[in-house]
């Protein structure tokens, strides 16, 4: 290994101006060492934290002999033996998670360096996709699960799930497949930030969403000229903190970005003269300096560059619960599962059944384990709910009543105690021009209410009757909120009505007729609850009363309680059950939950939420079932105290 004790100008670019306290970089770099190599380097990276094994440098991927774990004097301590191409890596509680891609399979793989036996795991490979594999980056979410990204050519990609918090998983399972930029090559994946770069050869680079319920959207980073400062290709990148280094190749440039709030800025750039094709890159951050190591044809090339980057964001962490069960997808394509509702069977809680909207073309009934039982095609019904002890001809039924937003109807249903099976009672018109959200009410002399809402902030309350046999309503009150409402509760027991705006909060009223509608402030979009405010649902047993909101902003759910001063419990999110292969919850609009002990796992009662993307293979949209006591315990709640 040669080393060259000559300092590398840097060349100043205008939009360094644009730098904040935040990061400094002095106005060098410092050319460590140029190595040459016999064996041909398909890859090289750092190891960012390379504890797992005493000596561990960095991770060189070597043609025709295999992958190495190599120390800071290029000596070899493990050797993966085989022939492959790009690489990365993360940890996981085993050790090293690995992913690459054999290039006599011409498939990717993932493998565990194990850091207690000091050895690889047996790989496991990913189904082969239908184009050739480029490149692979590696993404951990919130909660650890490990996502391996395939680029490819022509601007197919895939993203897998291949981990979760402790090791690879046995059988790797297909997220979504994604329409990625041509001429691709190289992607980096920013963790906290949940973001997936990618250069596109002759026009730059590119930030996609990376977490697996994330919509497939994409932003400019680094662009070629004249809309930025890249002047013939971009190739290879390394993710630093508050920055991206961005390699033109062609150009023989190395560029330094800075990311201020969401804002990409370029800082400077940095000829690389004595290199041959630089085109894979990667960065280590030490006291305050990178090592920074770039392949190129002759072998390796390491700098060092000062780089003062304090990091001020506090982000607060919201806890992952996983989903234990999920309902068939609903019929519909495209955005179509809306709103559910928990009817509880009197006699055997275990025969319960979710009522769960189709809000391009009906009803559709699962059982506790998410089968459909039944689907009954009336239309768009967007919101249901339900109240038990209604009525009608003679006869005592539960009542279902969904906003029909086809007829601008209520659109009701019978529900058989005995049976639970669902049958319709007709339509009911409404004052509404556009109906949109629907709740229900019992009050205490056993008279049920059914409260819709337009989108332009009316609220209408209609008292259920029975018209000689048929089923009917009375228009017994109207209040309004200033912007577009949709999820609504009522707390039958306190006579509350709690309505949700969608941009604004959440506010409570009494939920009686005959009251005035004074609206009063319960949460309001802030720190906590981030728009749209979507469904609301009541958590209540003797001792407990909690408002659970689907913040659907930040794909959360916040927890308060429904009792003034409606004080804050805590927020958490659903996420994947990579043990039962089911994906998480984005994008909720409705939600219900019950404190019923349901039987196994639901014996505290249990959570529904509309899952906005049905992941793990992409699918039409369904609905999610999470016990109550996860989110008691993980929330600290008094039901897991007792």
């Excluded at 196994?600 to 039409?620: A, H």
Aim: aromatic share 8%; hydrophobic share 40%.
């Amino acid at each position: 290994m040669k080393k060259n004790q000559f300092k590398l100008k840097l060349t100043a670019l205008a939009s360094c101006m644009m730098m904040t306290t935040s990061l400094t970089v002095m106005a060098e770099a410092e050319l460590l060492s140029i190595s040459s190599n016999s064996q041909p380097i398909e890859a090289a990276q750092l190891l960012t934290q390379p504890q797992i094994m005493p000596k561990a440098d960095s991770l060189l991927s070597y043609e025709h002999k295999g992958i190495v774990i190599e120390d800071k004097q290029g000596r070899q301590l493990s050797l993966l033996k085989g022939n492959f191409g790009s690489i990365d890596h993360r940890l996981v509680q085993k050790g090293l998670l690995l992913a690459t891609v054999d290039v006599d399979r011409q498939q990717a793989m993932v493998t565990v360096f194990d850091k207690t036996a000091q050895n690889w795991n047996q790989p496991v490979y990913i189904q082969q996709p239908a184009f050739k594999i480029d490149g692979v980056c590696l993404y951990q979410d919130e909660a650890h699960n490990g996502f391996l990204f395939l680029v490819g050519e022509e601007g197919h990609g895939e993203q897998w799930l291949v981990s979760d918090a402790t090791n690879s998983v046995a059988q790797p399972k297909l997220i979504r497949r994604l329409s990625t930029p041509p001429n691709s090559e190289y992607c980096q994946v920013d963790d906290k930030q949940s973001l997936m770069y990618i250069n596109e050869e002759n026009v730059g680079i590119w930030a996609y969403q990376a977490h697996p319920e994330a919509d497939l959207i994409r932003d400019p980073v680094a662009l070629m000229k004249p809309f930025g400062e890249l002047s013939q290709s971009a190739a290879g990148m390394a993710l630093v903190p508050g920055g991206l280094l961005v390699l033109d190749s062609e150009a023989k440039t190395l560029h330094a970005y800075q990311n201020n709030d969401g804002v990409w800025h370029s800082l400077a750039s940095y000829p690389l003269t004595n290199l041959s094709d630089p085109e894979n890159i990667s960065a280590r951050l030490n006291d305050k300096k990178l090592t920074i190591r770039i392949k190129h044809d002759d072998g390796l090339a390491t700098f060092s560059l000062p780089w003062n980057y304090q990091d001020t964001a506090q982000a607060a962490t919201i806890p992952v619960i996983k989903p234990q069960l999920q309902t068939d997808p609903v019929p519909s394509l495209g955005d179509a599962a809306d709103d559910p509702a928990i009817w509880v069977n009197p006699k055997n809680p275990q025969q319960s059944l979710i009522l769960g909207t189709d809000k391009q073309g009906g009803l559709v009934v699962y059982d506790l384990k998410g089968k459909t039982q039944q689907h009954l095609a009336v239309g768009r019904v967007n919101n249901v709910d339900v109240r038990a002890g209604f009525n009608l001809n003679g006869q005592k039924i539960d009542l279902a009543v969904a906003s029909n937003r086809d007829h601008n109807s209520l659109h009701v249903f019978a529900i058989a105690p005995s049976s639970g099976v669902v049958s319709e009672l007709g339509q009911v018109p409404t004052a509404s021009q556009d109906i949109y959200g629907l709740c229900m009410y019992k009050n205490q002399a056993g008279d049920i209410y059914t409260i819709v809402n337009d989108k332009d902030g009316r609220f209408f309350q209609y008292r259920m009757q029975d018209n000689h046999g048929k089923i009917d309503a009375e228009l017994v009150r109207e209040f309004s909120v200033g912007s577009q409402p949709e999820g609504c509760v009522a707390d039958d027991k306190n006579h509350l009505l709690f309505v949700g705006e969608e941009n604004k909060a959440v506010w409570v009223l009494d939920a009686r007729a005959d009251k005035a509608s004074t609206l009063t402030e319960v949460i309001a979009d802030g720190d906590h609850l981030k728009a749209d405010i979507e469904g609301l649902s009541l958590y209540q047993t003797q001792q407990e009363n909690y408002l659970v909101i689907s913040s659907q902003g930040n794909d959360s759910y916040v927890v308060i309680d429904a009792l003034p001063p409606f004080a804050y419990r805590g927020v958490f999110r659903v996420g994947f059950n990579t043990d039962l292969g089911i994906d998480g919850v984005s994008e909720t609009d409705g939600l219900d939950v019950t404190s019923v002990n349901l039987g196994e796992p639901w014996q505290q009662g249990m959570l529904v939420v509309q899952d906005g993307r049905n992941r793990m293979p992409v699918d039409n949209q369904n609905f999610k079932y999470v016990p109550w006591s996860d989110i008691a315990d993980q929330l600290g709640l008094s039901a897991n105290k007792k």
